[in-house]
């Protein structure tokens, strides 16, 4: 690989105020792409700014939405951002030398710094949180999840870049726990569709476990307050994924039940 061009992929949905910065930090690829599924903001305008190429698509899910755009990419090589991210001039020079130089790579591995209640987060789960955003579609592709998507790479070469993916993950308290509400709901959606069934014990484990994982042993105490706070609605999260997967089992086994009625 040498001299590879690369094809910037955003995903929108009423994105104006957060979009511009994502943009600029995206300015030296060969092409942008936004693929927009129906912004009632000025979205679509300042994607239309900035020089990108938008495509209007409808929701096809977290997953499905990401596959569909790198599938409308212009270039083989695609680094997929969401409108709340940019990266540090250290990732961008990284990530042009990985374009620039031969190398067996054909994806890599970013490290993303998440930003919560005006603090960026070095430890715990907010860092380093490690995700594949540059890759080669020929040799990976977005997965299918209708949430918590992943690229999958089919065994194929992996690096880890240097710099960080810089991500602004909430723009105020109430609104980053609406969207962990929605989250937690489709994942639970998906468990019950698999027929997964779960315990008390993973129920209550589930959160403890994640909480000495990130607060105790990868040192999440050292982020202050904002640490405290991620970590616990983490926990949460945990804790409310799998009590909405027991309500959508109890209520599926009642409506299969023969003596089951809605009548009193």
């Not at 942008?32 to 190429?53: K, M, P, Q, W």
């Not at 907010?126 to 540059?134: A, C, K, Q």
């Not at 890759?135 to 240097?162: C, G, K, M, Y």
């Not at 909480?211 to 050292?222: E, S």
């Amino acid at each position: 690989m040498a001299d590879e061009p690369l094809s910037a992929v955003v995903v929108t949905f009423n994105e104006a105020e957060r979009l511009p910065e994502c943009l600029q930090s995206l300015s030296f690829a060969d092409e942008i792409l936004v693929v927009d599924s129906g912004s009632t903001d000025e979205t679509v305008a300042i994607a239309e700014r900035f020089g990108a190429r938008v495509i209007h698509q409808p929701w096809l899910g977290y997953g499905g939405q990401k596959r569909f755009a790198v599938a409308q990419a212009r270039h083989e090589w695609v680094l997929c951002m969401d409108a709340d991210e940019r990266l540090s001039p250290e990732l961008r020079d990284s990530i042009r030398t990985v374009l620039e130089t031969p190398s067996k790579a054909r994806a890599c591995r970013l490290v993303r710094r998440n930003r919560f209640m005006g603090r960026w987060l070095r430890h715990g789960e907010g860092y380093p949180d490690y995700v594949i955003r540059l890759f080669d579609r020929r040799h990976a592709q977005w997965s299918e999840d209708p949430v918590h998507e992943t690229v999958e790479t089919n065994d194929a070469p992996v690096i880890t870049l240097h710099g960080d993916l810089l991500h602004h993950s909430e723009t105020d308290l109430q609104t980053y726990l609406a969207k962990q509400n929605r989250y937690t709901s489709l994942q639970a959606n998906i468990l019950h569709e698999r027929g997964e069934r779960v315990s008390i014990l993973k129920l209550l484990g589930s959160p403890l476990a994640r909480f000495l994982r990130f607060y105790v042993v990868r040192l999440g105490f050292l982020d202050g307050v904002p640490g405290l706070v991620h970590i616990a609605i983490g926990c949460f999260n945990s804790f409310s994924k799998y009590a909405k997967l027991m309500e959508l089992n109890r209520l599926h086994s009642r409506k299969d039940d023969p003596y089951f009625s809605k009548d009193p």
